[in-house]
Structure formats: structure tokens, C-alpha cells
């Protein structure tokens, strides 16, 4: 029996490509082991937002390999996709595939075993050039989840915004959205196995647009479409654009009873001239502006974020701005990141690049500004009856617990002696603990 394996780095997007994948491989007779298990092939699904990523993508390659000299090992997706012929040839894998090609791995691994009983071949490499005319989107789906609670579902792929930070265009390519009727057809059919909340993601989910019908179908009327499936209890967003957060998409959005009051809004810093550098599209009064009206929409939403410290020439003043800035927006929760150089981009060429000292000591002051932010917004929940959707048993101080999420995604603990997972309680807040909302549910 063919045994494979697989390891994920990288975002939600990844994740949903490689459960697509393994769907494939499972179709082909393929039994899904642990990576640290002796398999026949190895998939490394590679991330290369930083040099970082680059480096942790090679090394679970050279994992794998060790692990079984003998096994295929695939290296597949945005660190494949953004390196260059001369490079690719260099990596310790059998078989590369970048994006927009994942959909073809069965017949790659097919491919690879006949080149090598013919010995005409040692390496085969899946790439296209996603950058030239690339306007076709992948065809990935899900036939199962793993977790039948949530499911992410991937509706985009490709960005056009070039912050200066950022490679992700260059691995991805431009916008292009999936079919309407896919996504549609895809959620409704997980639904019908159980799965309850849909989370909608993509590279630049905002940019969604579906014209393939012959009309546009935009993000607000595909979630207005997907609010009409039968067993669907939850649709939640990924990451949003600051500027799709306007009166006229919230009028509509807060009609959809089942969508989630919870909006990550990326930011990357509350400083101007830094946004400037970013090469971000917005001004920290147009964040502000969009942050009120998802408060004037919503009550008490929970808006989350990311901010990048220590980006190249930030000064003492920049980092003010910023800390003064996110303490005035008063976010849920802050994803708090050091700025990392990543070769192919422009602010790796950027003069004044940050001491990781100073990156550091202000990595530190947004992460316990952070906490304290966090844990004012759980705390507005005590005495206040909520509803959870739970997911599984954890063991926290030795004590077990079922944990779950409020549609505000905030995490709550509930001691009961019933299988709590994927059920919806009901209960009252009544500490925070541990990060958590710890809940009494009621009967």
C-alpha cells in the first residue's frame, strides 16, 4: 500500500491547497501517515513570505529526505514558485511543482517513477511563469475536511497591491477569483457532512469578482449567496482590505445573520510615511474611518490586525505614531511582527534597515499593549450570555475543558462531562482565564 505524508508551512491558503492535494492522493489509493513516519512520498508545501520561511522551507525538505533517502519528496508551492531555474534544479527534492499546478500532482508523481525506471531523469519540475498572462485559477476543492467544525474555503488567489515588503505577488501572480458556482456547490456540500462554519480565504479576498457567468459576482454577493445554504451556521472572512469597508458593503453585510462580527483588518503600521514606504494604499485616518463604521454597523466587533515593527527607516517618532494608534483603534487582538528582509523586494534595498535589537524592545511593547487590549475586550464579555460554537477537549492546569468560539472569535472553556464537539452551547461569562473566556454553560 502506498504510504505519503506531508508538512504545511505558510498561511490558510496553503493549507487549503494542500487538503486539496491529499483528497487527490486519497483517491489514488494513497494512505496519509505522519510526517515523522516512513512514507513513499514526502509533500513539503512551501511558504516564502520571508527569508525566513525560505530557510525553514528547505530545511523540511532535508528533513524529509533524511527521514527516508529512498522516498519522493515533492517541494511544492510559493518558495518553488519564486526562485529560479538554477535554484530549483539545487533543492533536495524529487519533484517541484509551483502554483497553479498542484492539481496535477498524481500524474507528476506517475510521471517521476516512469522517467525513473527509464533512468531518462532524476528531477521533474512542475512550474509555470505565474507572472506572465496567468488568469486561469487553479482547480483545487475539497471532497472532505478533517475538521468538521470550520472549514476554510479558498474563493481567490493572486495579488496586485506590491507593498514593498512583500513577495507574495511574484509566488502568486495577479487577482483571479474562483467560479461562484464552485465555491457554492463545494460549501454546500461540506455542509452536508457536518461542517458548520465556513471561513472564506484567499491571498487578496477582498479583490474577489467571479465573471464567468457573464455578470460580476462580487465578495458581498457571494456572501449573500452562501447565507442562503441550508446547514450552514457561520461564515466568517479572512483578512481584509481597509478599503472594501464601506457604508454601502456593511449595509448589505450586516443583513447576513450569519455572518461573523469578527474582521481582521490588515494594517502594518499606524504611521503615514510608514504606510507611504509600505507602499500601503490607505492613511491611518482611512483605517480609522473604517474601523467607526464597522463599529456603527456591529456591536462590539471584534477587529484584529497585523503591524510589522522595525520596518526600514523607522524612527523613534514612526513607532509613536504607531503604538498611539493602535491603542486609540483598540483592536481584539494584533498578529505582532519584526520586520524580516526578503530578497526580491524593495524594502530590501531600503536604506536605514532597523537594528534587531530596537526591532525587539518595540516587538515587545506592542505584544504586552497587545495582551492588555485582549483582555479588556474578553472582559466585556463577563456576566454577558454568549454562544459558542465548540470544537474540541483540551487539558489546561490539569483540568479538562471543551473549547470553542464566539461568532467574535473569542475563545471560551467549558467543563461539562458530554461530548460538547461541534455543538452549539449557550452560557454566561464568567472569567477571564488563561486567554480564554471561561463560560458556565446553561442547561
Known amino acids: ?70 522516498a519522493i519528496v515533492i517541494a511544492m508551492g510559493c518558495f518553488v514558485q519564486s526562485i529560479t531555474d538554477e535554484d530549483r534544479e539545487k533543492i533536495n527534492a524529487d519533484i517541484i511543482i509551483g502554483n497553479n499546478r498542484k492539481y496535477n500532482i498524481v500524474e507528476d508523481i506517475n510521471s517521476f517513477l516512469s522517467k525513473k525506471e527509464g533512468k531518462t531523469g532524476s528531477k521533474l519540475i512542475d512550474c509555470v511563469d505565474i507572472n506572465d498572462g496567468q488568469k486561469s485559477y487553479e482547480n483545487l476543492l475539497l471532497d472532505s475536511v478533517p475538521d468538521h467544525t470550520r472549514a476554510f474555503i479558498k474563493i481567490q488567489d493572486g495579488c496586485n497591491e506590491f507593498c514593498s515588503y512583500c513577495i507574495i505577488p511574484y509566488a502568486r501572480g495577479r487577482v483571479r477569483s474562483r467560479r461562484f458556482d464552485e465555491v457554492i456547490n463545494e460549501i454546500a456540500y461540506l455542509a452536508g457532512k457536518g461542517c458548520k462554519e465556513f471561513v472564506l480565504t484567499g491571498i487578496h479576498v477582498s479583490s474577489y469578482c467571479d465573471i464567468t457567468s ?24 479572512s483578512s481584509l482590505e481597509p478599503r472594501i469597508i464601506t457604508r454601502d458593503f ?42 467607526v463604521l464597522l463599529r456603527e454597523y456591529f456591536s462590539e466587533p471584534a477587529i484584529t490586525t497585523d503591524v510589522i515593527v522595525g520596518f526600514p527607516g523607522e524612527t523613534e517618532e514612526e513607532f509613536q505614531e504607531t503604538y498611539d494608534f493602535l491603542s486609540k483603534v483598540h483592536f481584539f487582538e494584533m498578529h505582532v511582527f519584526k520586520y524580516s528582509r526578503r530578497k526580491g523586494t524593495r524594502a ?26 485582549s483582555n479588556e475586550y474578553r472582559r466585556g464579555f463577563i456576566g454577558k450570555k454568549i454562544k459558542a460554537l465548540m470544537e474540541e477537549e483540551v487539558t489546561i492546569d490539569n483540568t479538562k475543558y471543551f473549547q470553542g468560539y464566539t461568532r467574535e472569535y473569542v475563545r471560551v472553556l467549558v467543563q461539562s462531562e458530554d461530548d460538547l464537539s461541534n455543538t452549539f452551547i449557550e452560557g454566561v461569562g464568567r472569567k477571564v482565564y488563561n486567554n480564554h473566556l471561561l463560560v458556565e454553560k446553561l442547561s
Do not use: W
Open 1 to 70: 500500500m502506498k504510504r505519503a505524508s506531508y508538512h504545511n508551512l505558510g498561511c490558510k491558503v496553503n493549507s487549503y491547497e494542500l487538503e486539496a492535494v491529499i483528497d487527490l492522493l486519497k483517491k489514488d489509493n494513497y494512505t496519509i501517515v505522519d510526517f515523522d513516519d516512513i512514507a513513499d512520498v514526502y509533500i513539503i508545501n512551501t511558504c516564502s513570505v520571508t527569508n525566513i520561511a525560505d530557510r525553514k522551507s528547505r530545511q523540511m525538505i532535508n528533513r524529509a529526505r533524511k527521514r527516508n533517502p529512498d
Open 250 to 291: 456593511l449595509e448589505r453585510l450586516s443583513k447576513v445573520d450569519k455572518i461573523c462580527p469578527h474582521f481582521h483588518l490588515s494594517l502594518q503600521s499606524g504611521s503615514d510615511s510608514v504606510l507611504k514606504r509600505m507602499n500601503r494604499k490607505y492613511t491611518t485616518e482611512e483605517y480609522y474611518d473604517s474601523c
Open 214 to 237: 457573464g455578470e460580476s459576482v462580487y465578495l458581498i454577493d457571494l456572501i449573500e449567496s452562501i447565507n442562503t445554504i441550508q446547514g450552514v451556521e457561520r461564515i466568517r472572512l
Open 348 to 373: 530590501d534595498r531600503m536604506e536605514g534597515q532597523v537594528d534587531e535589537k530596537i526591532k525587539t524592545i518595540r516587538s515587545n511593547k506592542l505584544i504586552e499593549l497587545d495582551n492588555k487590549m
